[in-house]
C-alpha cells in the first residue's frame, strides 16, 4: 500500500510538472507572439527608410556625377535639407528569446521545429543589427567629408523635431565650401559604397520581415493563438 501511494504521488506530481510546464510554454510563446509582431511592424518601417535612403542617395550620385554646377549644387543641397537619412538602429524585440536562452527553457518548446525556428531568427537578426552599426559607422565617415564640402550657412535650421533637424533655403545662390575634384571624388566613393550597404541592408530588412512572419504564422498554428 505504501508503495502505491508512493508510485501514485510520483505520477501525480510529474502529471503537476507536466501541465505547469505547458502553461509556461504557452506563456513563452503568447510573448513570442508580441515581440514578433512588433518586430513585423518595425522592420515595416525600416524597409520604407533604407528604400528612401536608396532612391536619395541614386539622387547624390546622379548629381555629384555630372560635375560641380550651379544646378547640380542647388539640387545637393535641396538633398541635404531633406535629411536624406536619419540613422537611428533598429530596436529588436527580443526580451522573449533573451528570457527563454537564460533560463534554459527552450526546453519546454516542445516542438523542436518551432524552437530551431525562433533560435535561427535570434541570429539572423543579431546579424543585421551587427551590419547595420557597420553602416551607420561609414555613413559617419562620410558626413565627416560632407561638413568640409557644403557650406550649412547657406541653410536655416527651421527645426529640430524628435533628434531631426529640418532646414529652410536662404534667399542666396549655394556655393560650395571646397570645389576641390579631389575630396569631392572622395566623397562621391563614399557614397556610392554606402548606397551598395544600403541596397544590401534594405535587402536583409525584407528577408527578415518575411522570416518574422513565417514565423509568427508557425507559432499561431501550434499553439492556436489569435
Known sequence: M??????????????????????????FMESMIGDLKADTAATGIAVARWHKANLNLDSILYYLNRGIEPASISSLYGLQRKDFFHFDLFKYSNKTIEELKSS???????????ADKIMAYDVDMKYILIQE???????????????????????????????????????????????????????????LVFHVLAIIHEDLFKEIKIKATNLLESIHNEYGSE
Open 104 to 114: 534554459g527553457s527552450f526546453r519546454l518548446i516542445k516542438n523542436k521545429s518551432i
Open 133 to 191: 552599426q557597420d553602416v551607420k559607422d561609414f555613413r559617419n565617415a562620410s558626413q565627416n567629408l560632407e561638413i568640409k564640402i557644403f557650406d550649412y550657412t547657406e541653410l536655416n535650421l527651421d527645426r529640430y523635431i524628435d533628434n531631426k533637424m529640418f532646414f529652410t533655403k536662404k534667399d542666396s545662390t549655394y556655393h560650395l565650401l571646397s570645389y576641390d575634384k579631389r575630396l569631392i571624388g572622395e566623397y562621391y566613393n563614399q557614397m
Open 2 to 27: 505504501i508503495f502505491l501511494a508512493v508510485t501514485m504521488g510520483f505520477f501525480a506530481e510529474n502529471i503537476r510538472e507536466g501541465f505547469a510546464d505547458r502553461a509556461k510554454e504557452n506563456e
